[in-house]
C-alpha cells in the first residue's frame, strides 16, 4: 500500500497540488472557487461529485476558515476521503467455498485494450502470493492471440490456464475451466472474457451465457469490470452497458499511472453503485493494488 501511494504521487499529484493551490489562497474569492471547480471537471470527477465537493468545502472554509495550507490540507483530505466512500467494502470475494467444494469464481469483464488479461494476470500472482491455488479461463475464444496472452501469463505465474480452441463457445471453455478448479480443488478460478461491444445485445448475450452456464456450478462470486481510466468519458459510457449487462460487484481501474484524472474513481462508482475495488499502477505483474480511499487521497495530494 505504500507503493500504491508513492505511484499515485507521481501521477495525479499535479491535482492535488493544484487543488491545494487554490485552497490556500489568503482570499477565496468567486473566482478561485471556480477554479477549484474546473480542476475538479478537469480530473473527471463529474459534475455532480464536483458540486457537491465545492459545496463542503465553501462551509468549512465559511465555519472553520482556511487558515493557511495546512488546514487547507486537513479539510481537503477529509472531504475527498469521504468523497470516495472510505466504508465500502473492497475485500475480494476469492474465498473457495469449502462445504460445496468449488472453487470461487471471478468473471473478469471489460471492453478489449482497458487491461483485463493483465489484470488477470496480476489477480493471479497476488492469490498465488497469498498461497492459493488457481485456475484461469481463456473465454475470449474469438482471438487466439488473446488465449495465448493468457496462458504466457499463466505460466509466468504458474497456474495453469484452460482454453479452447479458437471459436469455441466461451460459456463451455468458462465452464470447463470450473469443472477443473472444482477437480483440483483449487480455491478461485479467474475467467478472462471477450469485450467486443459491437452491440449490446451480443455482448449481453454472450456473458450472460458464461454466468448462467457457470451458475450450474454455483454462484459466481465476483464479477469484476476493467476499465482504462484514461478514457475518461468514454470509459463511463462503457460502465454503463456493463452495468445494464451484467450484476458489477467491483471495478478494477487501470492505467492509473498514465493520468491524473483519478476523479473517474468517484464518478464511476457513482455510476455504478459499486466499488472501485483494485487498481492497475502500470504494466508489470506487480503493478496492481487494492484500492484504498485514504491512501488514494494522500496520493493525491503528494
Ligand atoms: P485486454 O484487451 O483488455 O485484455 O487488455 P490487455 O491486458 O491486453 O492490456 C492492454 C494494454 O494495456 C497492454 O499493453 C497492457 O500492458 C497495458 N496495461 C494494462 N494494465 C495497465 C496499467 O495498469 N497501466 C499501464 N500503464 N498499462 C497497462
Known amino acids: 500500500l505504500v507503493r500504491l501511494r508513492a505511484r499515485l504521487a507521481r501521477s495525479q499529484s499535479t491535482l492535488g497540488r493544484g487543488l491545494l493551490g487554490l485552497l490556500s489562497r489568503e482570499r477565496l474569492d468567486e473566482d478561485t472557487w471556480e477554479e ?19 459545496e463542503r468545502l465553501r462551509t468549512r472554509a465559511r465555519v472553520e476558515g482556511l487558515a493557511g495550507p495546512e488546514q487547507a490540507r486537513t479539510i481537503l483530505r477529509e472531504e475527498l476521503i469521504a468523497l470516495v466512500g472510505p466504508d465500502m467494502d473492497r475485500s475480494l470475494r476469492t474465498d473457495r467455498h469449502v462445504t460445496e467444494n468449488r472453487p470461487a469464481v471471478v468473471l473478469v469483464v471489460g471492453v478489449n485494450g482497458t487491461g483485463k488479461t493483465t489484470t488477470v494476470g496480476k489477480l493471479a500472482r497476488v492469490l498465488v502470493a497469498e498461497d492459493r491455488d488457481v485456475v484461469l479461463a481463456a473465454a475470449d475464444t474469438f482471438r487466439a492471440a488473446a488465449a495465448d496472452q493468457l496462458t504466457t501469463w499463466g505460466d509466468r505465474v504458474g497456474v495453469p490456464t484452460v482454453r479452447g480452441p479458437e ?25 478472462d472474457t471477450a469485450g467486443r461491444l459491437q452491440t449490446k445485445v451480443g ?31 468514454n470509459g463511463m459510457i462503457q460502465a454503463k452497458v456493463f452495468g445494464e449487462v451484467v450484476d458489477v460487484t467491483g471495478i478494477v481501474l487501470t492505467k492509473l499511472d498514465g493520468t491524473a484524472k483519478g476523479g473517474i474513481v468517484v464518478a464511476v462508482q457513482r455510476e455504478l453503485g459499486v466499488p472501485v475495488k483494485l487498481v492497475g499502477l502500470g504494466e508489470g505483474a506487480d503493478d496492481l493494488a487494492p484500492f484504498e480511499p485514504a ?6 495530494l503528494g
Open 36 to 54: 477549484i471547480e474546473d480542476t475538479l471537471l478537469t480530473a473527471d470527477l463529474g459534475v455532480a461529485p464536483t458540486q457537491e465537493l465545492v
Open 203 to 233: 455482448l449481453m448475450d454472450e456473458l450472460g451465457k458464461i454466468k448462467r452456464v457457470v451458475e450450474r456450478h454455483g454462484p459466481v462470486d465476483e464479477v469484476l469490470l476493467v476499465l482504462d481510466a484514461t478514457t475518461g468519458q
Open 295 to 300: 491512501e488514494f487521497v494522500d496520493g493525491l
Open 167 to 191: 471459436g469455441a463457445d466461451p460459456a463451455s471453455v468458462a465452464f470447463d475451466a470450473v469443472k477443473t478448479g472444482s477437480e483440483a480443488e483449487a480455491d478461485v478460478v479467474l475467467i
